[in-house]
């Protein structure tokens, strides 16, 4: 009876370190609003008063400035939406995949265009899904298809799945820069980026997506290696 009892303590225990962590990001994200917004009105303020007298160095450091704050705020956003993906979840219910992806294009159309992506998807199923947090997921597993090349080259996109006895699988597959195989577990945590100064982002699509298939009782897997593109793979229970 022992390891029952000790299995269940660590399982509560987990839970509650859960819990408290998304209290922390969502205390940590909503508190920084005002003081935030603060700091970019009085920003605002200053410069617009000082518009046609600034130096070259100044203008820099101002460019600098409002760089460090849309950081900031996107990554309180990313702490927010992480922070309500249990506290403010939707019911489970029949969801046809076809249209979330296709309202995920939609929300990504500026970016496609911008990249000229080809995106080939297949038929998909209907699962039992949060409808919402479905799409949210494939938005940010999308834009992460979209944004990790190099060069001019053609960017391509594909999006699969294949019914297993249990569950539905999924893939979302690129043909940009790839991961190493030493950072698949390391870019699912949150604000980990392998090149800040390169591509867009705080590094927090992958964590949300994790968070996402972990609710819904599934998982997801990286398969990728440098120079050959990215395969995310996860999982959708039957029921």
């Given at each position: ?99 979330i992806v296709t309202n995920a294009l939609q929300e990504l159309d500026n970016a496609i265009r911008q990249y000229c992506v080809v ?121």
């Open positions: 009876m022992q390891p029952v009892i000790q299995k269940d303590l660590v399982e509560s225990r987990t839970d509650q370190i859960a819990r408290d962590y998304e209290d922390f990001a969502y205390i940590v994200s909503h508190d920084l609003n005002a003081p935030l917004r603060h700091v970019k009105e009085f920003t605002r303020l200053l410069i617009g008063s000082r518009q046609n007298n600034l130096t070259e160095e100044e203008q820099e450091y101002i460019g600098l400035l409002e760089t460090s704050l849309k950081k900031i705020d996107d990554m309180q956003q990313a702490l927010l939406t992480f922070s309500r993906l249990n506290t403010r979840a939707g019911p489970m219910r029949e969801t046809n995949c076809n249209d995106i080939e998807c297949s038929e998909l199923p209907v699962v039992i899904a949060d409808p919402n947090q479905l799409q949210l997921l494939f938005v940010n597993l999308i834009d992460n298809a979209l944004k990790f090349h190099e060069g001019n080259g053609k960017r391509e996109i594909t999006i699969t799945s294949i019914q297993k006895e249990e569950n539905w699988l999924f893939e979302i597959k690129d043909n940009g820069i790839g991961i190493a195989k030493e950072y698949h577990e390391e870019v699912l945590r949150l604000f980990r980026r392998l090149a800040p100064d390169k591509y867009k982002g705080v590094g927090a699509g992958l964590t949300i997506a994790h968070k996402i298939i972990q609710r819904h009782g599934g998982q997801i897997v990286i398969d990728s290696k440098p120079g050959t593109g990215t395969s995310v793979f996860f999982s959708i229970p039957k029921s």
